[in-house]
């Protein structure tokens, strides 16, 4: 049977209408690791909200009920064969589980573990069964699993159509899945590169001057950002997963290379000293052509549906308008989304009223509880995953053993130490409140933090915000509605 009958019997089995789907350029930010403590460079992938895996190596159509997939090249994914690419269902590569009503709220290098080794069993059996793939923690197949545990992601969307999607998994799927990654003329960047170039011709494309003759991930988000506003039937939109609160170091932003020359403390001061004569066309290529801020695209271009992490969006919808993937925001709703100033101004004031009570009330000590209280829990406890994914830490210093609910569906479960659970929601919302917004969850996100603290067992949390929280004319609710 031609390949061309195989798309035309596809193509039939849809709705007459046209059907939508997703393409995205995934920016992950950097994490002081490996080469990244130099480069600063990060990370990059493809996002796909119509392609799912068969398997890890293998592509296909997704199902109504699925969510789309991440692929992504590394150095080496450590597996028994030396594969080139990996793909995994989205909510996977974001919180390492399948249902994102059981994502972690709290991240840490032990619960990481846990949902990979829950993966690797659910998904690898097959290409992992070396003692190098299933021990090491330099096999990279581990980063597809919870990578915003690690750190903060933001994707750079726009529309496919189902044809381009049967194209790609055709190519996929026939040719060799094998590793060149070199890190100079093929690495992840020129991986993301291939895969949104088969989609849209040349929309994506190395910057050689700024990151002297390599492609960087933070050049590929920014070249399909600026092929993305020229073409506006692409509808293009960005997404942010900010980095879980934990004890997992913090990410930093992506940088090109004469972004990070000159911005980088540790190596501006060898180049003043070594190569003082290179350092103004460093600063002059970088502030004339090699600025890009993706904190700035998304407050211009925010998506409604993908800050809602509670229900990651499907791979098609009812109706006779099939659509897939993350759906635009308009410009009334942006400052709801991404949230103003003085919206995170009066949450902050609001968490400072609460925190005070917290210690009235003897819930907590003082305020140092919550700045240490990750680690102390960390130190304390043993982190399980039951057959949903959804978290415990099982507590062996407390009477009674009691164990912690440490995902979004079951931290109040009746089985889950009611106060230590309440404490982890404070200590999660302030760690949001302080960070920087590029590490910091959407407004829409930071609502349903607010939920948790309404669902705590102690106090009216409602009652005690609107005491707290100065007069706004009516425009804010804190009770996340």
């Known amino acids: 049977m031609s390949r061309g009958l195989v798309l035309g019997l596809v193509l039939a089995c849809l709705p007459a209408s046209r059907a939508l789907g997703d393409v995205g350029v995934v920016l992950n930010e950097s994490m002081d690791t490996s080469i990244d403590r130099i480069t600063g460079s990060g990370h990059t992938a493809v996002y796909l909200s119509r392609v799912c895996p068969e398997t890890p190596v293998r592509l296909r159509l997704c199902r109504a009920d699925e969510q789309g997939s991440v692929i992504s090249t590394y150095i080496t994914l450590g597996e028994d064969q030396p594969f080139e690419w990996n793909a995994v269902p989205l909510s996977v590569y974001l919180y390492g589980v399948e249902n994102p009503q059981y994502r972690p ?20 059996s097959a290409y992992c069964e070396s003692e190098s793939c299933r021990t090491s923690n330099k ?7 919870g990578a915003s545990l690690s750190r903060s992601i933001y994707m750079f969307v726009a529309e496919t159509t189902v044809e381009q999607d049967l194209d790609l998994i055709a190519q996929f799927n026939s040719l060799p899945n094998k590793n060149h990654f070199n890190g100079v003329t093929w690495n992840c960047a020129d991986f993301t590169r291939r895969i949104v170039n088969a989609y849209f011709p040349r929309a994506t494309g190395p910057d050689y001057i700024n990151d002297f003759g390599i492609t960087s991930p933070k050049a590929i988000a920014r070249s399909f950002t600026r092929y993305a506003l020229r073409h506006p039937e692409t509808n293009f939109r960005v997404v942010h997963y900010a980095q879980i609160p934990g004890t997992i170091k913090r990410s930093s932003e992506c940088r090109e290379a004469t972004e990070q020359l000159y911005r980088s403390k ?3 001061v060898p180049m003043l000293i ?12 970088y502030l004339f052509t090699g600025r890009f801020n993706p904190q700035r695209e998304l407050e211009k271009h925010p998506s409604v549906e993908a800050t809602e992490t509670g229900d990651l969006p499907l791979a098609s919808s009812g109706g006779n308008h099939v659509r897939s993937g993350l759906e635009p925001t308009s410009s009334q709703a942006e400052a709801e989304v991404v949230g ?15 925190v005070a009570r917290a210690v009235r009330e003897e819930i907590i000590r003082n305020r140092s509880d919550l700045k240490n209280f990750f680690q102390r829990l960390d130190e304390a406890g043993t982190p399980v995953a039951d057959s949903n994914g959804a978290l415990w830490i099982e507590l062996s210093n407390r009477e009674g053993n009691p164990r912690v609910g440490l995902s979004a569906s079951n931290i109040y479960d009746p089985g889950s130490d009611s106060q230590i659970a309440y404490e982890l929601v404070l200590a999660r919302t302030g760690r949001v409140l302080s960070s920087p917004k590029h590490s910091r969850e959407t407004m829409v996100e930071f609502k349903q933090d607010w939920d948790l603290l309404e669902h705590g067992d102690f106090y009216d949390v409602n009652t005690l915000l609107r005491a707290a929280t100065p007069a706004s004319g009516g425009s804010m609710s804190f009770n996340g509605r």
Not at 106 to 112: L, R
Not at 340 to 354: I, M, N, P, Q, V
């Open 274 to 285: 070594f190569a003082n004569h290179v350092l103004p066309f460093v600063a002059a290529s």
């Open 340 to 354: 103003t100033s003085e919206a995170w101004k009066e949450y902050r004031s609001a968490f400072d009223a609460l």
């Open 139 to 145: 096999a990279e197949w581990r980063e597809m699993v």
């Open 105 to 124: 709220m709290v991240g840490s290098q032990k619960i990481k573990h846990v949902l990979e080794e829950r993966y690797r069993e659910k998904y690898l």
């Open 266 to 268: 540790k190596l501006l």
